[in-house]
């Protein structure tokens, strides 16, 4: 019998054990119950809320997008403007380098073209003032010298033969531009 009552013991403790279990299993479903239903009770409170304050909540929402989006466009409209003033920079820098190429590009070949020129013989800007001048000059005294007072001067003239024009021979460019740089003697008056 006593294992009857070992038996007997064990199940009865198991009885009190599934009890208490249920039990507590009762009082938990309860709480859980009781906690949907207070969350459904928020929820109901929030629409009816939100149903009479959601013209209000709207308006502010919309004012703090507002502010929002004028504190975003200052902020990438200051770096926007640091970016164009970045661009405009390099842009002027570049235009610099290009416009200082351009000209160094020029002067070596103009300078090119000078050396060719004189290589060739040809007279530069310099040689053919040089030769004006001095043509000018010449000019200028055959003028005072053919102009003599009087009567005189034609009837000699008259009596003289004619004078035979003198043969130019063309020297190279280069020698008549050397020639053209020194100074004409004066012309003798006969």
Known sequence: MAKLKKSSTKG???KTTANASGAQAERLGKSITESAQ??????MGAFNRAQAEGGKLF???VRDGLS????????TGARADMVRDAVEGTVGQARERAADTWDKLEKVFEDRVQRALVKLGVPG???LNALTER??????EL???NATPGAAAPAKAA????AKKPVVRKAPAKKAAKRATKAAPAPTAE
């Open 12 to 14: 009865g403790a198991r």
């Open 38 to 43: 207070q969350i459904w009770l928020a929820g």
């Open 59 to 61: 308006e502010s929402l």
């Open 68 to 75: 929002l989006e004028q504190t975003a466009r200052k902020f």
């Open 125 to 127: 800007r310099d040689d």
């Open 135 to 140: 043509v000018e000059r010449l000019t200028a």
């Open 143 to 145: 003028r005072k010298a």
């Open 159 to 162: 009596r003289k033969p004619a």
